[in-house]
């Protein structure tokens, strides 16, 4: 069954500091990844996307993640935060055979503090 | 460029009732998903619409239904509500591989 998991549920960093979202995957063959972010009451921002090539994709707002294959990871990463970064994300895979459903992670509130 | 929009942003109703959620794609879009975000369950794929025709469904009860317009804009209904049905329901639209989503609509089942 395919699933992805995401270890913690709220991250909190200084404004400044690098930050990382952590994010691990079980799916069958090659899976396509995304990362979104929810504000509140709103819905899901897509921030940036893994197919296929360079391990590291670099999406909106200054967000990267680095794509894993050996340790099925797919970490969010930016280099500074921001107190504006302060949100739900929410780490998702596809599977290549076009089931059309985006598998979603239980979702990471990032706090960022001044 | 419109994003996808859905209507009505809020909507309350009694147990047992229907409820009528509605979305329209981005344009050019043909592709219309829905999923439901429940408060302890996360983000469930519900439903995807392509070319007027259901393509896939995920693992809820057939009291949640739709369909897809020949405009590409998408009904989804969820009959004889019940209180965990209390969600907000979002769609989205896509080219490729990513989805874009609304803004939603948040269901409220009393």
């Known amino acids: 069954a395919q699933s992805v998991a995401q270890p913690e549920d709220q991250v909190n960093v200084a404004e400044g500091n690098p930050l990382t979202v952590k994010c691990t995957y079980s799916?069958?063959?090659?899976?396509?990844l995304f990362w979104y972010v929810q504000y509140p009451n709103r819905g899901l921002q897509f921030l940036l996307k893994?197919?296929?090539?360079?391990?590291l994709v670099k999406g909106s707002y200054g967000f990267e993640a680095e794509f894993n294959k050996s340790q099925t990871s797919f970490h969010l990463k930016k280099p500074s935060a921001l107190v504006s970064d302060s949100a739900l994300y929410f780490c998702?895979?596809?599977?290549?055979?076009?089931?059309?459903?985006?598998?979603f992670g239980q979702g990471t509130t990032l706090q960022v503090k001044p | 460029e419109a994003g996808v929009t859905q209507s009505p942003t809020h909507l309350i109703k009694t147990r047992g009732q229907q409820a009528t959620l509605r979305c329209s794609p981005i344009s050019g879009h043909t592709s219309v998903y829905w999923y439901q975000q429940a408060l302890g369950l996360g983000l469930q794929f519900l439903l995807w619409y392509d070319e007027g025709e259901e393509r896939n469904r995920g693992n809820f009860p057939p009291r949640f239904s739709g369909r897809q317009f020949p405009n590409y804009s998408s009904e989804l209904n969820v009959n004889a509500l019940e209180l965990e049905d209390s969600a907000l329901y979002l769609c989205a639209s896509n080219p490729f591989q990513e989805q874009f989503f609304g803004p939603g609509t948040r269901l409220t089942v009393l």
């Open positions: 998702a895979v596809r599977h290549t055979s076009n089931t059309g459903k985006l598998i």
């Open positions: 799916v069958s063959g090659n899976p396509y």
């Open positions: 893994y197919i296929t090539g360079d391990n």
